[in-house]
Each structure stands twice: as structure tokens, then as C-alpha cells.
């Protein structure tokens, strides 16, 4: 945890998105700059979670009796010596009140990650939950008890899933493109291309920081359909319903 310097940030930004797009990775990649400060989902249902994990009661109860409050005090919480960018997670789903109170703050920078591959996205879904693992770090990937376990889906199951994320990123769109703040969209893939760094740290204002990396890694196979115990009939139904590419290498 950095020490307070007593000052707020003078930037305020948010990363928002559904599950499984990347927000953990670029959440981690963001907090690992000198000038940023980047906690994790303020708003998620079960837990405050920011440097810790706080699933007490009053934390919970406390944050959702006055959301909007929670965040501003945030935003206006001093930082480290240093810090210039303040933000944390928000996960579209996750507080309606807090999204509605953004309409009012268009001085906040709106980071919007999305991910193109419904089937990675869906199947990455499944794992995690199956799991109750959200993220890893490399050392917590090789401890894993049967990295090669297999995901039990049907096509039925997926299709269910990704029309439904598939739905609230497209909704979501139309509200951020209403919006007059500072915002700027992130497809899954982008952030692990060459030059990506130079590029988010351009949009956000700041040099880029060679210290800059995040300690976690994929949790998946790359080719899709390899993540599948039985993939013949997923392979089956993408490539008749036309999306065959979800099928393959995603990076």
C-alpha cells in the first residue's frame, strides 16, 4: 500500500467493463505506474474491494447505503507523493446509482474495455467461477492443482451467456457515446500488442513508466476450443451460426 501524501489526485478515471474483458489485467497494469493509482471493484456485490478485500458488514452495507458518497470520498481521498490519476474497476451490473451519478461528472476519464471473442470470453467465465479463481499471478498458476481440467459446456449454455454480455456492452455503448467525459474504448486483444503502454499512457496524460507490468497471466488455453471437454459440438454450432474465428487462437 503507498503511503498518503495528503492530496487528492488531480485526474479521476474509471476502467468499466464486464467480466472476463480484461479489466483485471489492465487494472494491474495501470496500478504498476508511479503516477497512477488503480484499485479494484469498489462495487462488486459481496466485498469493497480496493488495496484488501473487505467483506465485513459494514463495509458492504455501509457502501451501498450511500454510493454515490462512497465514491466521492474516493476521489477526494489523498494519495501518495506523487500519484497523479486516481481510479478504480467498475463493473457494468454493479451499481446503477453510481452509474447514474457519472451523468454528473464529466471530469471523470471513462475507460471502456469490451472483449470481441463472445466464446473466450464466456468460456473464461465458466472457468473462473467453476474455480473461484478471477485472477493469477504466475507463481499462483504453477500451484495449480489440474491446469489441463476441462470445461463442461454445451452450445445451449454458451449461446445463453454471450447474447447477454453480447447485449449489455451494446446498451452500454450507446450510453457512454451520450456521455461528454474524457473516454476512450479498449478491446481485449489491443492490450497485448506492442506499443500498448505508449498508447493508454498517452490517452491518460503521462510518460510512460518502464516499470509498468502486470504480475498476472492468462488463465486459459490461447485456442479456444481447446478450453472445452467436449468441443466437437461447440466447434459444430460457431461455425454454423458464423462465428468459426471464436474457435481459434485468440492473441
Not at 469493497?48 to 463495509?59: M, P
Request: hydrophobic share 35%; charged share 25%; proline share 6%.
Amino acid at each position: 500500500m503507498r503511503s498518503s501524501s495528503g492530496e487528492a489526485a488531480q485526474h479521476k478515471f474509471l476502467i468499466i467493463g464486464l467480466p472476463r474483458s480484461g479489466t483485471t489485467y489492465l487494472m494491474t497494469l495501470l496500478n504498476a505506474h508511479a503516477r497512477i493509482s488503480c484499485e479494484g471493484e469498489h462495487y462488486n456485490p459481496y466485498a469493497v474491494i480496493q488495496d484488501d478485500h473487505d467483506s465485513s458488514h459494514e463495509a458492504v452495507v455501509g457502501r451501498d447505503s450511500d454510493p454515490v458518497g462512497h465514491m466521492e470520498q474516493f476521489f477526494a481521498q489523498p494519495q501518495a507523493v506523487g500519484v497523479t490519476h486516481a481510479g478504480f474497476k467498475f463493473m457494468i451490473g454493479h451499481n446503477v446509482r453510481v452509474l447514474q451519478q457519472l451523468e454528473q461528472m464529466p471530469d471523470v476519464t471513462l475507460i471502456y474495455v469490451w472483449r470481441e471473442n463472445r466464446l473466450a470470453q464466456v468460456s473464461s467465465l465458466m472457468r473462473a467461477a467453476r474455480d473461484q479463481k478471477w485472477a493469477e499471478t504466475g507463481k499462483q498458476a504453477r500451484k495449480k492443482h489440474d491446469p489441463n481440467l476441462k470445461i463442461e459446456a454445451n452450445p445451449r449454455q454458451i449461446s445463453h451467456r454471450w447474447h447477454e454480455y453480447a447485449t449489455f456492452d451494446h446498451l452500454f455503448r450507446g450510453w457512454l457515446a451520450a456521455r461528454p467525459n474524457p473516454r476512450f474504448t479498449v478491446e481485449y486483444r489491443e492490450m497485448f500488442r506492442p506499443g500498448f503502454k505508449e498508447k493508454i499512457c498517452a490517452q491518460l496524460g503521462v510518460e510512460v513508466d518502464p516499470a509498468m507490468e502486470s504480475p498476472l497471466v492468462k488463465q486459459n488455453p490461447n485456442t479456444i476450443a481447446d478450453r472445452f471437454a467436449e468441443p466437437g459440438p461447440i466447434r459444430y454450432y460457431f461455425k454454423k451460426i458464423g462465428y468459426g474465428g471464436w474457435l481459434d487462437d485468440e492473441l
